[in-house]
């Protein structure tokens, strides 16, 4: 059983910034992919940003210019850095390995 915790989301004004993490601990499978997820009230879970064990990233239109992922594999740890963020961003972000997931971390940007 693989378990993930995301931690660093909070409250920031539009156009300030966040990082946000997610530590794995358990049975975790080789070479993982972690992606992060967001969703907004009223809206559907969407994908934002994606990195594969060797580094290789993905990211949605939406956030790619802003968003940047990263990770430490010594310390099974995935960053996501947040940059110029709008009220849009608004949503829990939620951190995924396969079937697993996190409880998720709330980000609130005001206006």
């Known amino acids: 059983q693989v378990q993930l915790v995301e931690s660093g989301g909070g409250l920031v004004q539009a156009g300030g910034s966040l990082r946000l993490s997610c530590t794995a601990s358990g049975n975790m499978p080789p070479f993982y992919i972690v992606n992060w997820y967001r969703q907004a009230p009223g809206k559907e879970r969407e994908l934002v940003a994606r990195i594969g064990w060797n580094g290789v990233t993905n990211y949605a239109e939406s956030v790619k210019d802003r968003l940047t992922i990263s990770r430490d594999n010594a310390k099974n740890t995935v960053y996501l850095q947040m940059n110029t963020l709008k009220p849009e961003d608004t949503a829990i972000y939620y951190c995924?390995?396969?079937?697993?997931w996190g409880q998720g971390t709330q980000v609130t940007v005001s206006s």
């Open positions: 995924n390995v396969l079937e697993n």
